[in-house]
């Protein structure tokens, strides 16, 4: 019997009512693999911002520290500056917790119909984004602030190391999979930050010479994403690009609403999270007409994180079953079930 | 007779080629409008760097000062790093031009089929990126080259006079279309620069009190461009999320092969550059097959800038006779007419 003790961070908005769906899928499957979960559950959201004026205890990241996992539903609320919750929670997790990998599956489900010709059924990759370093920096500032030559200038930082570390990644997973990687970029724009990443993947590209690999400029990689989305096996890119590029791919693939992100720290010193991509969607929030499927998907790359491979897997079964086989449905996917119809659902085909 | 001065930059691979048939267009025209155009070609490009080790000669920019405006066809070819080729040559005359805007009309034609559903036919919009500043800084550098430290920096400078001057512009051509703007943001993880950003877009908002605004961040914006293109009326962005944004939705239109785009200096103190922006497509330079639209469609936002909107509209309405109503296409649309085969069906229309 493993034990598992994993942190609960609900959040905002529908974050609170997707995480129970995921949390049942857990323990239902869990139960199958003589794998039990351990939840403490931490109020830490915009409620608590508004009230406390901080998003999380000062020792909030310490508090996580010694779980095997974290789920988080959603962060976000109107009246909340977003770079005030996102960098007073969820930012501040993944990196003091080291998670430079984020990591966000593409794919197309039958029953779930694709906007963009030609997505499905071939369409199914993988973006790892670099999750710690690069775009999202804290350095940088105002200068003359109020005054008609104000300026604000944002560095971006990208070390070797940070870089090397995510293009191996990418590498490493290519080579479980279709053997292929494209790299965003935009050396031709951006003259100096990109020029170093591409001379990084030149070296990963030695180091893994059984993947194939190319680089795209970020301008054209989208319009592929959108022209040829079956092309792609890994695409590997900075903190930004990574960003646009995983909303772009759900959007294409269409699944945005249920899209799941993993951020993981691979050399397991520290917990791994796990969240669904919707955010927090105010305009549905205390309806229970959330689409529980991101936190679930979510759920299933944490298990196979924690190493339960099969356990997973049979839970993304379950979903692709009832996406299939089933008129069942949340209110994005056209349908009319509630969050707890979906899930239970869920829970009949497990 | 109104006389204009044009300085023809071809550049590198179907550059050259698409250039005739938009001066052939340009004549035609300008014809029936009492308007002669006397064209000035500059060979600057990738092979003049690999012969004279510079994309144009020291004092490039001040020879094109004196032109009314300057129409480019391509630069970037294999064996020159991109950063060199569009750093020698395209970006030094978007700056110093001031050409603050890059301005990015999107749209669907009749006859040449988007990729997405629901693209097709209310997609109308424009891209209005900012053009001299922002992410493309050569503000930055390389820190302990070489070294297993070593990382490289890179600055995002915005000013308050570009980031208003570009917003303004924005809402002005909004108020003259459809009365909305879109700003693209990332406010929630770059935390410096677009929280500027974002505050001086209600300050523009306020200047412009008939004109509908919202926000988006980038990576919601690429979903919904997908998702729901029709909503767009103006998109206004920073100058890489504008070059992302402009691909994918020319992406989406079915028209990454055929967008124009003007480089302009509203204040008129120095001329304005238009290019199509599909590059210089190695893999069918030399053969006579590119698609000479973007160039054509390039010349009619010329045209439109000079003053000579009613021009510009029938070069317009040539091309969408065309596309609606023959089979002439060239190989990029799935025809086998040449560009020159292309570029006679217009003028023939014209
Ligand atoms: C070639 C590149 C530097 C350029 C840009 O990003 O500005 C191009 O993509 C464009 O959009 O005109
Ligand atoms: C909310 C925001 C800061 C966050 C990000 O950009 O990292 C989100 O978009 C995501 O992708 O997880």
Chains 1, 2 share one sequence.
């Not at 070390?159 to 279709?178: C, N, S």
């Amino acid at each position: 019997m493993t034990d598992y003790r994993i942190a609960l961070i609900p959040g905002d908005g529908i974050g609170a009512e997707v995480l129970p769906p995921a949390r049942a899928v857990l323990d239902r499957v869990g139960a199958r693999h003589g794998v039990t979960f351990r939840y403490d559950e931490f109020d830490w959201s915009c409620t608590r911002y508004l009230a406390e004026g901080a998003m999380m205890p000062a020792d909030g990241v310490d508090r996580l520290r010694h779980h095997d996992a974290i789920l988080l539903g959603a962060v976000g609320w109107p009246g909340v500056p977003d770079h005030v919750s996102l960098w007073g929670l969820l930012i501040p997790i993944r990196r003091q917790f080291r998670q430079y990998v984020n990591l966000r599956p593409i794919r197309v489900f039958e029953g779930v119909p694709s906007p963009v010709l030609g997505a499905a059924p071939g369409m199914d990759f993988v973006v790892v984004r670099e999750n710690v370093e690069g775009e999202y920096s804290e350095v940088g500032g105002r200068f003359n602030r109020g005054f008609p030559d104000e300026m604000a200038v944002q560095e971006a930082i990208f070390t070797r190391p940070g870089v090397t570390r995510i293009l191996d990644y990418a590498f490493e997973l290519a080579a479980t999979r279709r053997g292929h990687v494209t790299s965003a970029t935009k050396s031709n724009g951006i003259v100096h930050t990109m020029p170093f990443w591409d001379e990084l993947v030149v070296e990963a590209g030695a180091r893994h010479p059984a993947v194939e690999w190319r680089q795209e400029h970020i301008d054209a990689l989208v319009a592929k994403v959108v022209l040829d989305p079956s092309r792609f096996d890994v695409i590997v890119g900075s903190n930004l690009f990574g960003d646009i590029l995983s909303d772009l791919a759900a959007a294409v693939a269409g699944s945005i609403g249920i899209a799941p992100a993993g951020n993981i720290d691979p050399t397991r010193e520290f917990p791994s999270m796990f969240e669904p991509v919707h955010g927090s969607a105010p305009d549905i929030a205390g309806q229970g007409v959330a689409n529980p499927l991101g936190a679930i998907w979510s759920a299933a790359m944490m298990l196979d994180h924690l190493g339960h491979r099969e356990a997973g897997d049979e839970v993304m079964a379950a979903v692709t079953g009832v996406l299939a086989g089933s008129p069942v449905r949340t209110r994005d996917l056209g349908g009319t079930a509630s969050t707890d119809e979906f899930a239970r659902a869920v829970l009949d085909a497990l």
